[in-house]
């Protein structure tokens, strides 16, 4: 599967930044494949519906292959954020980490990431999570979406609930101190 989505995301881009159809000497030198290569590609991308295709004039997406294209963008923009923005990695390396990964995950694993760099990234039009560093927030009663495997011992793991005040984080009965460089790689979600 991933060599074909290989395929339609490079005529999704040929679509949208030039606008046309994709020839196969496009795709030929995007990845770096034979042209003959290409039109045997083409022909089976026809075949499962994710093209349109006719020889000697090239190929647009269909609906089906534009979902799976922009799903695939999806997932490198949300992998390229958590890699680049969230842990600091150089571009270049982020860049080709996303480019394997984004192959590789699934609606849970993307929502998942989602989650770490909502408000980051700008793959979404309106980010539909809201998670906070434990560091950044106030007084109130937040569910864990993220913590160290450290925190589990005391309560503090993903799902669980915990109230936050001036004190410091209570977990059942229990009262924390959370130092600061910890707080920072604990994420949570305000309950409403």
Request: proline letters at 2%.
């Amino acid at each position: 599967m991933e060599r074909i989505e290989e395929y339609l995301e490079a005529i999704y881009d040929i679509q949208i930044t030039k606008k046309r159809v994709a020839k196969t000497g496009d795709l030929a030198r995007i990845l770096n494949v034979k042209p003959s290569s290409v039109t045997e590609m083409l022909t089976k991308l026809k075949e499962r519906g994710y093209v349109e295709y006719q020889p000697y004039k090239g190929a647009t997406l269909t609906r089906k292959g534009e979902e799976v294209a922009k799903k695939i963008k999806k997932y490198y923009t949300i992998s390229l954020t958590f890699f680049r923005d969230f842990l600091g990695i150089d571009e270049e390396t982020a860049s080709k980490l996303s480019c394997e990964l984004e192959h590789h995950l699934n609606d849970d694993a993307a929502e998942k990431i989602c989650r770490i760099v909502a408000g980051s990234c700008q793959v979404c039009e309106e980010c539909n999570y809201e998670i906070l560093k434990l560091k950044d927030v106030e007084v109130g009663e937040y569910v864990v979406v993220i913590a160290p495997l450290t925190m589990a011992e005391i309560g503090v793991k993903p799902g669980k609930t915990v109230r936050v005040d001036e004190r410091g984080i209570i977990v059942g009965n229990e009262i924390y101190k959370i130092d600061e460089e910890l707080a920072e790689v604990i994420f949570v979600r305000k309950i409403s």
